[in-house]
């Protein structure tokens, strides 16, 4: 392409290791207690596994030019498609068929249908030109390929993260160039769309009614926000200590993962929790900065689906803990035990310092 290569953004390199280190001493802290009979550092482990892998991966992105992905990504996002139609095949685990049980490990395909959107999305967004100006020839195809997408993921069934593409699909169409009438248009639609899929599952509807009155459903729908705001609340300024909170014996359930953040607010205090919403505030504007100084079109597209996908399921996961936001399922980016996400996220950390190669001043 002939641009010029510097150095990554380093600041962004360490706040994305920040992030890991906190997550992983969160981990082993709020999952010690459940596999304390058998192997306390079973979780630990497993994190520390998918951590290094996701590591060596991140490094390797950093040094492969991201316009070198372009040929690549229509493969890569058909086969996302493909996962996600396979999973449905397998056996349900809780309740719902988000993994691929391949024995020694298991995946989760929408994890990597969230990089593989925001790649696809990049490169025909960066071709889109003024069409993006007429809401059925521009804006339609890519609302008819979120829809496909997002109706394949709530199969499983996951909002969480049909919700997390859906509004990283939104920015993207924005930063493309989306009118504000048809802005307008689709918020709406959104909302109204958002609402009939709450209210066409039972469950759904039982998770807004714990979310809207938790105390008066305290043992049933209420039951996990309520611990989750005593474990925030017994935190204070500066938390019981690392590895003493009361909420992960046996109150607060999926403690080390869609709600480790309650955990570590509890054991960490205020502080504890202010520094991570900081850190992800910072990975936010570097990933924004590197956008606005990529020097060419796809590259700017893709530091902002890849900025955004990271930090909106970061926010959405930190509102649903908070009781901002209803219960959506969905884990807090590199600290919430689990491989399929962290593997990703920092896959996509790494498209986006090797961005920030090619930018004068992010």
């Not at 993207?172 to 109204?192: D, E, M, P, T």
Request: hydrophobic letters at 50%.
């Amino acid at each position: 392409m002939g641009l010029k290569k510097g150095t990554p953004d380093l600041l962004l390199f360490f706040t994305t290791l920040f992030l890991l280190a906190i997550g992983i001493v969160m981990v082993f802290s709020a999952s010690y207690y459940d596999t304390l009979e058998k192997d306390p550092y079973f979780y630990l482990h497993k994190q520390l596994i998918w951590a290094a892998l996701g590591f060596v991966v991140m490094l390797m992105m950093t040094r492969i030019d991201y316009f070198r992905l372009k040929p690549y990504i229509n493969v890569i996002f058909g086969v996302a498609f493909v996962l996600l139609i396979v999973v449905l095949f397998f056996e349900p685990i809780k309740g719902a068929q988000r993994w691929l049980d391949l024995g020694f490990c298991k995946i989760q395909p929408s994890e990597i249908m969230k990089l593989s959107m925001v790649l696809f999305l990049a490169k025909e967004l960066s071709k889109v030109g003024p069409r993006m100006k007429n809401l059925f020839t521009g804006v339609g195809p890519f609302l008819l390929l979120l829809g496909v997408v997002g109706g394949l993921i709530m199969k499983e069934p996951d909002l969480g993260t049909t919700l997390a593409i859906a509004g990283t699909t939104f920015v993207l169409l924005i930063a493309a160039g989306l009118r504000l009438g048809h802005f307008f248009v689709l918020s709406f639609s959104g909302v109204g769309i958002v609402i009939a899929l709450i209210l066409a599952d039972p469950n759904r509807i039982n998770r807004i009614i714990g979310y809207l009155d938790p105390w008066s459903h305290a043992s049933k729908e209420g039951y996990q926000l309520i611990n989750s705001l005593y474990a925030l609340g017994s935190g204070g300024l500066f938390g019981m200590g690392l590895g003493n909170s009361r909420q992960k014996l046996d109150y607060l359930p999926e403690q080390n993962t869609d709600f480790i953040y309650a955990i570590l607010g509890e054991e960490l205090g205020f502080i504890g929790a202010f520094l991570v919403i900081l850190l992800f505030c910072l990975l936010a504007w570097r990933g924004y900065r590197i956008a606005l100084a990529c020097p060419e079109i796809f590259g700017s597209f893709l530091a902002v689906g890849i900025t955004t996908m990271i930090v909106l399921q970061a926010f959405i996961n930190m509102g649903v803990v908070t009781g901002l936001l209803p219960i959506t399922g969905i884990g807090l980016p590199f600290i919430s035990y689990g491989g399929s996400s962290l593997l990703f996220s920092m896959i996509g950390v790494g498209i986006l310092l090797n961005i920030s190669r090619y930018c004068a001043n992010p």
